[in-house]
């Protein structure tokens, strides 16, 4: 997995628990180039990876910046970037990855709630730097709780932007079902913020008549599941003709690693995507928040470090 080294050039108190870090390249050399929806892998100073969305111009390869929310459950993502990267602080970070890409469309309505900006301000820089037709509804509890407000509202596209305060009583409300409706022919929907608000926005979506295909979703963790019922599997490794068995409390990622089986991973959520692994024979039972709803009906993609399986056994193409 490429990685690289990068210095907190500024940061930035960006909205009531909502830090903004700039990095710039400790090497000479400008950043990897990336695409508006990417996240990066930080390796956070108290030790965790943890993955952040680029909210940066995507065409400015001289500094990349992400947005982090201080989580009040902390499990020292959250809390080591607030705390403990302080300007100047070097981190070691993955290149990009992208699991939430823009799409070519004709018109693209994107739906942001509290942190999930991130992904979405990025989208919002590149639609309007390459000149495409799009619109911003943008959903918060409060104006004080809403990160880069002030930046979307001075920006080349701040007409196209709309902002919502749950708290406020006589502010504007969303109505995300007449948002889709008015919306042109064929425009796709980007999403990103708290499972519940994202569940919400996809069922509007869903009940303005959008298919599924023009539906586009970013999570930050991973849901949680009901496990009372999981069964022990196998494995069975294609390339290696290795057989493991899973047992009931362990990750299939757990058992690849402690049977030597190089695997890249990095959340062990099921979020990021860097485990993605082929599935040759077998159903996969699919608890991850990053592949598309096609890939899992199409079931030949499997996330070991949060999935199962249906049949007794696997065959990965490892």
């Known amino acids: ?82 705390d403990a990267a302080p300007v100047g602080t070097v981190l070691k970070v993955s290149a990009p990855k992208n699991l939430f890409a823009l799409t070519e469309a004709p018109y693209s309505v994107l739906v942001a709630g509290g942190i999930g900006v991130t992904p979405i301000l990025a989208m919002a820089l590149q639609l309007q730097r390459d000149g495409q037709p799009f619109e911003l509804h943008y959903c918060a509890r409060a104006p004080e709780r809403m990160a880069f407000r002030d930046e979307i509202g001075a920006s080349r596209f701040s007409d196209r932007a ?20 008015t919306a042109p022919a064929g425009a796709h929907l980007y999403v990103c913020g708290p499972a519940g608000f994202m569940d919400h926005v996809l069922a509007s979506a869903r009940t303005a008549g959008w298919a ?13 599941q009901e496990t009372a019922g999981d069964q022990p599997f196998q494995l069975r490794l294609a390339r290696s003709g290795a057989t493991l068995d899973v047992p009931v409390g362990m990750t299939a990622l757990q058992v690849l690693l402690d049977s030597g089986i ?9 979020v990021c995507g860097t485990c993605i692994t082929a599935v040759l024979e077998g159903l996969p039972d699919h608890r991850d928040a990053c592949l598309m709803d096609s890939e899992h009906a199409d079931n030949k993609l499997f996330t ?13 193409d490892l």
Not at 46 to 59: A, I, K
Not at 168 to 177: E, I, M, Q, S
Request: hydrophobic share 35%.
């Open 1 to 82: 997995m490429v990685e690289l080294d990068v210095r907190v050039r500024a940061r930035r108190n960006e909205a009531d628990g909502i830090c903004s870090f700039e990095l710039e390249p400790v090497a000479e050399a400008p950043l990897p180039s990336f695409s508006a929806g990417a996240h990066i892998d930080v390796h956070v100073p108290s030790g965790p990876v943890r993955q952040y969305s680029l909210c940066s111009d995507p065409h400015d390869r001289g500094i990349w910046r992400i947005g982090v929310l201080r989580e009040p459950a902390s499990r020292g993502g959250s809390s080591g970037m607030h």
């Open 262 to 270: 190089d695997v890249n991973y990095s959340c062990e959520s099921g």
């Open 212 to 224: 599924e295909e023009r539906l586009h979703r970013e999570h930050f963790t991973g849901a949680v």
């Open 304 to 316: 070991p470090c949060c999935s199962r399986a249906k049949t007794p056994a696997l065959v990965l």
């Open 162 to 181: 709309s902002m919502y305060f749950s708290d406020l009583a006589d502010g504007p409300k969303f109505d995300a079902v007449a948002a889709f409706r």
